[in-house]
Each structure stands twice: as C-alpha cells, then as structure tokens.
C-alpha cells in the first residue's frame, strides 16, 4: 500500500514538474520576443530622431531650411 502511494506522488511530482517547465520555457520565449522587439523599437526610433535632427524627411526633402546669410533687395537694378 505504501509502494502504490509513493508511486502516486512521484506521478504528481512528476506532472507537476513538467506543467513548472512548460512555463518557464513560455516566459523565456516571451522574454526573449520582447528583448528582439525592443531593440528593433529602438533602433526605428534612434533612425528617426536622426532623420528629425538632419532636417531631411522619409522622402529626402528639406523639413527646415534657413539660408546661411539673407542678401538685401538689389536696388537700381532696371530690367530692360
């Protein structure tokens, strides 16, 4: 009778220990899916603030130009 109950509990041991791995083995992978998602997140954002910093949008157009120096309006000039 004794042999059959330590049997019983070394099963449910057993079951129990296996349904514990399974979850670690779960968590693990979703740990590692979010670690490969932040570093791709990370990288779109590095990317954007440096195409925000250069002034140059997705398309390669100017977001902001401001001329280095402002000539003042030629006067006299004729145009004939």
Not at 22 to 36: F, H, P, Q, S, V
Request: aromatic share 4%; charged share 30%.
């Amino acid at each position: 009778m004794c042999t059959i109950r330590l049997a019983g509990n070394r099963l449910v041991a057993d079951s129990l220990e296996a349904q514990w791995n399974e979850k670690l083995r779960l968590l693990a992978d979703t740990r590692e899916g979010c670690d490969k998602k932040r570093e791709l997140d990370s990288a779109r954002l590095a990317t954007v603030f440096a195409v925000k910093l250069s002034g140059v949008n997705a398309r390669g157009d100017l977001t902001h130009f401001r001329p280095s120096r402002i000539d003042p309006p030629l006067e006299g000039l004729s145009t004939g």
